[in-house]
């Protein structure tokens, strides 16, 4: 229990890097913003500089410019989850054979499909607004690959789906996926325009470094508890405080760190690798794509062009880590795997080895809502993304900000109609059944 006294909430754990994002690893060192040092007083302050909380305070500033807000940061940002992640920000279900949506109602689907753009919407504002070029933001769109006939048949089923809700897509047998990735493993794809492509530790660099005063951004600043003082919160830091009406809550699995949606949250890793530059001329096709997999749980690629040449991203491997934290040995093992699905894939680049290798955190709900709303007077949650952390999140962050205002708008009502998340079974019932069900969920996709 994180929870110290009456109205008194202590960090048990703060968040870890899970191995070097090669997001990261690729960018210029950043020069972070400064420590938080002394005493600040804010409008608002928000714990955790991700997605969901970099979006809740550009949508504060963008309601009521006059807002203080500070932002907390435990790390430098980019280097957390946020910059670990694959950089689909999307406007379609990600898992396009998940047995939720291929029997949702059209009113589901629509209410799933404007959470997605309200995300890419304050994107796409931020994007124009600051002149980012494709290589941090780009509305490219994104293909959904099979490399079996389970897959196909995936494929084909969505692509019905998004033809009755007037959704544009364009479906590819083997020839065309092939000219598009260079692979001859791929048997189909199915192109879905509205995606946007980031990368995501350059992305989230970018946002932070668009916001203006009032809003005020302090890295390798960990909120380690927070407190009621008066009818506002004082949050405390290593080397500072400060002294709040409002708190959002953005650094997802961890509200459960402070005490919050405990016994609610599951906590999981997916693990990435990406390789080191190749001769753009070993591989054919466009030298820039991005595909997740036609099954569940299969294999997510991309493929990035740079001035000095090219580089191939595999995500792919799950699993369940109650503690939040992962080892060096477990990113190993999930890199042994990518390896494999790497060399299948494009066995024409033989010889090419993974630059870096890591794990992002996740945190999911076992009724796949969000860890969302007022969990304490003042105290608002943006957490729980259950996975598509640059889409999800965004969106989460966009409602906080919204409830935290009291603004009203149709994203902020469907986020009042979820339900609350469910609990877990007791322990080690849930250990048991994430790690079963994940290895279930794997096999399950396959080639994939």
Same mark, same amino acid.
């Given at each position: 229990?994180?929870?110290?006294?009456?109205?008194?909430?202590?960090?048990?754990?703060?968040?870890?890097?899970?191995?070097?994002? *090669?997001?990261?690893?690729?960018?210029?060192?950043?020069?972070?913003?400064?420590?938080?040092?002394?005493?600040?007083?804010?409008?608002?302050?928000?714990?955790?500089? *991700?997605?969901?909380?970099?979006?809740?305070?550009?949508?504060?500033?963008?309601?009521?410019?006059?807002?203080?807000?500070?932002?907390?940061?435990?790390?430098?940002?980019?280097?957390?989850?946020?910059?670990?992640?694959?950089?689909?920000?999307?406007?379609?279900?990600?898992?396009?054979?998940?047995?939720?949506?291929?029997?949702?109602? +059209?009113?589901?689907?629509?209410?799933?499909?404007?959470?997605?753009?309200?995300?890419?919407?304050?994107?796409?504002?931020? #994007?124009?607004?600051?002149?980012?070029?494709?290589?941090?933001?780009?509305?490219? @769109?994104?293909?959904?690959?099979?490399?079996?006939?389970?897959?196909?048949?995936? %494929?084909?089923?969505?692509?019905?789906?998004?033809?009755?809700?007037?959704?544009?897509?364009?479906?590819?047998?083997?020839?065309?996926?092939?000219?598009?990735?260079?692979?001859?493993?791929?048997?189909?794809?199915?192109?879905?325009?509205?995606?946007?492509?980031?990368? =995501?530790?350059?992305?989230?660099? #970018?946002?932070?470094?668009?916001?203006?005063?009032?809003?005020?951004?302090?890295?390798?600043?960990?909120?380690?508890?927070?407190?009621?003082?008066?009818?506002?919160? %004082?949050?405390?830091?290593?080397?500072?405080?400060?002294?709040? !009406?409002?708190?959002?809550?953005?650094?997802? $699995?961890?509200?459960?760190?402070?005490?919050?949606?405990? *016994?609610?949250?599951?906590?999981?890793?997916?693990?990435?690798?990406?390789?080191?530059?190749?001769?753009?001329?070993?591989?054919? @096709?466009?030298?820039?794509?991005?595909?997740?997999?036609?099954?569940?749980?299969?294999?997510?690629?991309?493929?990035? @062009?740079?001035?000095?040449?090219?580089?191939?991203?595999?995500?792919?491997?799950?699993?369940?880590? =109650?503690?939040?934290?992962?080892?060096?040995?477990?990113?190993?093992?999930?890199?042994?795997?990518?390896?494999?699905?790497?060399?299948?894939?494009?066995?024409?680049?033989? $010889?090419?080895?993974?630059?870096?290798?890591?794990?992002?955190?996740?945190?999911? &709900?076992?009724?796949?809502?969000?860890?969302? $709303?007022?969990?304490?007077?003042?105290?608002? /949650? !943006?957490?729980?993304?259950? *996975?598509?952390? /640059?889409?999800?999140?965004? #969106?989460?962050?966009?409602?906080?900000?919204?409830?935290?205002?009291?603004?009203?708008? +149709?994203?902020?009502?469907?986020?009042?109609?979820?339900?609350?998340?469910?609990?877990? =079974?007791?322990?080690?019932?849930? &250990?048991?059944?994430?790690?079963?069900?994940?290895?279930?969920?794997?096999?399950?996709?396959? =080639?994939?």
């Amino acid at each position: 229990m994180t929870q110290a006294g009456k109205n008194v909430f202590v960090a048990s754990r703060l968040p870890k890097r899970a191995g070097v994002s *090669g997001w990261v690893a690729t960018l210029a060192p950043r020069t972070p913003q400064p420590v938080l040092n002394g005493q600040v007083v804010a409008d608002v302050a928000i714990i955790g500089g *991700g997605f969901a909380g970099l979006s809740a305070a550009r949508r504060i500033f963008w309601l009521d410019p006059s807002v203080w807000v500070a932002i907390l940061e435990a790390g430098v940002v980019g280097e957390g989850p946020a910059g670990a992640n694959s950089g689909f920000i999307i406007d379609l279900p990600h898992e396009v054979a998940s047995d939720d949506f291929s029997g949702e109602s +059209e009113a589901r689907f629509r209410q799933s499909v404007l959470i997605q753009r309200s995300a890419i919407a304050l994107a796409s504002e931020m #994007a124009a607004e600051n002149g980012w070029g494709k290589e941090v933001f780009d509305p490219c @769109g994104r293909y959904s690959v099979a490399i079996s006939a389970e897959g196909d048949r995936h %494929l084909e089923d969505y692509a019905q789906q998004l033809t009755k809700m007037g959704e544009a897509h364009r479906l590819l047998n083997g020839r065309e996926i092939a000219a598009v990735t260079g692979s001859p493993v791929y048997t189909s794809g199915l192109f879905m325009p509205g995606t946007i492509i980031v990368q =995501p530790a350059a992305y989230i660099r #970018a946002v932070a470094d668009c916001l203006k005063e009032p809003v005020a951004l302090y890295e390798r600043t960990p909120a380690l508890s927070f407190e009621r003082l008066g009818t506002g919160w %004082l949050v405390k830091t290593p080397q500072g405080s400060v002294q709040a !009406a409002k708190i959002i809550m953005a650094n997802n $699995g961890h509200a459960e760190s402070f005490g919050f949606f405990r *016994g609610r949250l599951l906590h999981v890793f997916t693990y990435a690798s990406l390789t080191e530059e190749f001769d753009p001329s070993r591989l054919d @096709g466009e030298r820039k794509w991005a595909a997740t997999p036609a099954l569940p749980m299969g294999t997510t690629v991309r493929r990035i @062009g740079t001035a000095g040449g090219d580089r191939i991203l595999v995500r792919s491997r799950y699993s369940y880590n =109650p503690g939040i934290e992962i080892s060096d040995a477990a990113i190993r093992r999930a890199g042994r795997l990518h390896d494999g699905k790497f060399s299948k894939r494009f066995p024409m680049l033989s $010889g090419v080895g993974m630059q870096y290798r890591w794990a992002g955190a996740m945190a999911l &709900t076992r009724n796949h809502v969000p860890a969302f $709303g007022e969990i304490e007077p003042g105290v608002f /949650a !943006a957490c729980g993304c259950n *996975g598509l952390g /640059a889409s999800n999140a965004t #969106a989460s962050g966009i409602a906080a900000a919204e409830l935290a205002l009291g603004h009203s708008s +149709e994203l902020g009502r469907i986020y009042a109609r979820l339900a609350a998340p469910t609990a877990l =079974p007791p322990q080690p019932f849930t &250990t048991i059944g994430a790690k079963m069900h994940l290895a279930y969920r794997e096999w399950s996709a396959g =080639p994939e």
